[in-house]
């Protein structure tokens, strides 16, 4: 399926993958919910691009696709200068979230919450997985032992995450447990491709 341009942001082409549009029967028709999510997702990866490029790293594109997006920067930088970069797209939702609340956009509020609590979650490959493996990378001699434990985190914030989803009644919520179950598995080495 092919991706829609919809404009430069500092140089860099943003995309809007039809895949996206798939969102609108799953939140119901609700446009509100819709449009909030996707200004939400468009400055989350926007604000990874500005800080990408604020550190001097060079950002290449930026696409909106199924639930999430994703911005294509240098993969290539200090780890230090990675979890700025990273943390960058959750304090945005925070912002945003902060925003929808002093002006009463109650939906604008709740989806950049949700994004800014979801993505900050220590499971990989969510924001807050990588931040997480940084930290620990930073902070451990032993750099397969931090990745490990990183790995580990993460799989057990997924099973968590899992047993929420259950609770609550969310078919959307425990399927993306399993998928993260299943990355977090598969970078510790337990399932092959």
């Not at 604008?108 to 490959?125: E, G």
């Not at 750099?143 to 997924?158: D, H, N």
């Amino acid at each position: 399926m092919s991706d829609i341009k919809l404009f430069t942001f500092r140089g860099v082409p943003v995309t809007l993958s039809l895949w996206f549009f798939l969102l609108l029967p799953m939140v119901g028709f609700q446009f509100d919910v819709f449009f909030s999510a996707f200004i939400a997702i468009l400055i989350h990866e926007m604000a990874h691009t500005f800080m990408a490029q604020h550190l001097g790293y060079g950002a290449y594109s930026i696409n909106i696709g199924f639930f999430a997006g994703q911005a294509q920067v240098d993969s290539n930088m200090h780890t230090r200068d990675n979890i700025k970069v990273v943390a960058a797209g959750p304090l945005s939702n925070l912002i945003l979230a902060i925003v929808g609340l002093v002006l009463g956009v109650e939906v604008f509020f709740t989806v950049n919450l949700f994004l800014f609590i979801f993505n900050i979650l220590p499971i990989y490959p969510m924001d807050g997985g990588h931040i997480c493996k940084d930290l620990l990378m930073l902070n451990m001699k032993n750099r397969r032992k931090a990745f490990e434990l990183s790995m580990t985190i993460s799989l057990v914030t997924s099973v968590f995450l899992l047993i929420v989803g259950f609770l609550i009644g969310s078919i959307t919520i425990s399927i993306f447990a399993c998928i993260f179950g299943y990355y977090s598995l598969k970078e510790l080495g337990y399932i092959k491709s």
